[in-house]
């Protein structure tokens, strides 16, 4: 038998979806399992999106342009430019999602073989990239205690060495929610100049920043070569099965080098992006996006109140992005992630999150944390993390007498 | 500046679409292009394609399963079992379009600094997806004047090194055309069990094949553990900017790796399996197809006899796929390509056609050849062969003359 690559073993089993198959048992039990272990919102995609794809006039589904269909990259032009930010076409790549911004992002940053340090807990999906691409992740670890937020700069350079090529920075943060401050991304700017690195930073949970102010790297002085950006539509427009993203950079050699990476996959999906540029252009998507983030910061404080609740459960405010990394008074939450599914239920309810280490490259971290998100309307989100405290409880006193 | 990296910087631009500065220059000049240059059929996506998408009941474009939507697998092995091959859920993985499936394919055979064997002119786009992966591809050449027929074992066997994880092939092949017999299909998997390789094989253009029988590596004995095949809607259900495909292979730890490598990704993109899962099922889509392939019988000998009416033209008679490898009477078919978009034209009209170079690797091939791609319907690929024959002679006095 011929032997499988190294590198694709290396590819890791998402965390947030290998509980998948205990859920689907649960299921068949009859009990119905709220989904907190995965970032897909059910707020309706915009009408504007699903009108522009049912209307479409066109007989044949066929390539698009490398780049991108013209008028989402005007809509994208126009999005960035009411954030102040202006771009200009060929600083814009559309890619199949958020995700193909990422590949491209890294494989023009690093050759195999080279490194990227990236701050765990981090959104796993990076270590899979990575190691598809033969990159290595340098993991620089934040803290629980300090909300997550970055290390001090000499932690940071002490990472660094001559196989360090950048540093991916997720703001506002999945897994953890923190958004970093101003002070905090200038710092990383300057240390990117400083060595030369680029900057990769994924912001496509930009608008879901409920308190302070998120500072763009695109708005970084002096940055205009080190900055690769990348782009999603999924959260933005609730529109995760729409795989539209975007890779921006004003890094004329990294654009280049992008579309012709985007050239040999041909096409992002035709359909998929004459829904997007409808969506991102139409007048009231901005009023879409406010609304989508009131009811969202409504979550997030039923999600903390909930965390704070239970008894040794522990986690700072976090400002953004649709998730929480609580930390729970429980030995291993694998374990008892897996037990929710496996042995909890109360009315035939149950909880599904994502156990922590999965968020970490470091062996042993992350084992007394789970992420949430909170992707589910109040209601349900009460009585879910309702559920959770009682689970809490109940896998204690199980824990304690086994 | 930071540096680019390698890797990136060996990403080719497409040699199919990087004289499109040129076309669009000729557009607005007023001449008409026809489009030879590139496999973007004219033929209509089957009605329960767009029918499916259009009446979605949904209202959030949700991530989709990473394996692919449940319909959507269903659908190919329904798809596979009408072709007499059994595939079980777990042999196959959707993918963002066919490109997708060779990236995951190449990635599973091969580690950075390995090398993949195949044989030139070839598909460029797989020159790309080697590129951002580090892997090397080694060309052995198959020559115009044997219809690009495959090399006698030994040459094959000569290029293998511990390097070398797998061989590529594409059958029926893109850009030439052939269909390799079931004698040179076999005599591959030899090679392949002999010196424990994996054997790549992208059949997109399987129920195009006008003679003769294909051989699909999906029936080869002895063979599970070595082939991993990449699959596309693309061409079958003529739609191209649906980004869906598969990879299909019988290897559980390929499959294992290719479902990690989509769950970094996600989903392919949702609405389009929709439509795909539709289109596949439906019951007068075999009917599609064959008319579909009828079309492009039809086509095919028009290109042929185009060609040969040329006086210096030459290519064998290519069994399938919707491409001809074209020998021109030029002394380079780089500028030849290049003059017909800047300085050639009859009626306001010009054509397209894809420079041979951009298919090889070894410096020095391909510069009489060009890849013609018969997507016209055949009133316009009548008018677009004539005007080729012309432009052939018109250039050559121009050549004469300087």
């Known amino acids: 038998m011929p032997e499988l690559s190294s590198r694709s073993q290396r590819v890791p089993a998402s965390p947030i979806r290998k509980l998948v ?22 707020i309706a995609t915009p009408d504007a999106f699903l009108a522009a794809v049912r209307n479409w006039p066109g007989q044949v589904v066929a390539y698009d342009h490398s780049q991108g269909r013209e008028e989402l990259i005007r809509a994208f032009q126009s999005y960035y430019l009411r954030l102040g930010i202006e771009l200009s076409p060929p600083e814009i790549q559309v890619t199949t999602g958020g995700s193909e911004a990422l590949m491209f992002a890294m494989a023009c940053a690093a050759n195999p073989g080279e490194r990227l340090i990236v701050f765990e807990p981090f959104y796993t ?6 190691a598809q691409l033969g990159i290595e992740l340098v993991p620089i670890t934040s803290s629980p205690k300090t909300g997550y937020h970055l290390p001090a700069t000499e932690e940071i350079e002490a990472g660094l060495d001559a196989t360090v090529r950048g540093i991916l920075l997720c703001n506002p943060n999945n897994p953890t929610g923190t958004v970093y401050t101003v002070d905090e991304v200038d710092a990383l700017a300057s240390i990117c100049r400083k060595h030369d690195l680029y900057l990769l930073a994924d912001e496509v949970y930009r608008e879901f920043c409920y308190e302070g102010e998120l500072r763009s790297t695109l708005t970084l002085p002096d940055m205009e070569q080190h900055v690769i950006l990348t782009d999603s539509l999924s959260k933005r427009l609730s529109a995760c099965g729409a795989r539209v993203g975007a890779l921006v950079s004003r890094n004329e050699g990294v654009m ?12 992002s999906p035709s359909l998929e992006m004459i829904g997007a540029a409808a969506a991102l252009d139409a007048p009231d998507t901005p009023r ?15 999600v903390l109140a909930g965390v704070r609740a239970i008894q040794g459960g522990f986690c700072e ?11 729970l008074p429980v030995d291993d939450t694998e374990d008892f992630a897996r037990w929710l599914l496996t042995d909890f239920e109360r009315d035939h309810k149950t909880v599904m999150v994502a156990p922590g280490p999965g968020f970490y490259v470091t062996p042993g ?26 689970a809490v409880e109940a896998f204690r006193g199980v824990a304690a007498r086994t």
């Open 288 to 302: 879409f996006i406010d609304e989508t983030v009131s009811e969202y910061r409504r979550r997030r404080d039923i």
């Open 365 to 390: 971290l992350g084992h007394r944390e789970v992420r949430i998100a909170y992707v589910l309307n109040t209601a349900d989100l009460e009585d879910a993390m309702n559920l959770l405290g009682e």
């Open 125 to 130: 999906n990076y270590a899979g990239f990575a």
């Open 21 to 42: 198959p205990h859920a689907v048992a649960a299921k068949h039990r009859g009990t119905h399992v709220y989904h907190l272990n995965i970032g897909q919102p059910d």
């Open 317 to 327: 405010t976090p400002h953004g992005a649709f998730y929480v990394m609580a930390s």
């Open 256 to 267: 280049q080098a992008a579309l012709h990476m985007a050239q040999a996959r041909l096409s």
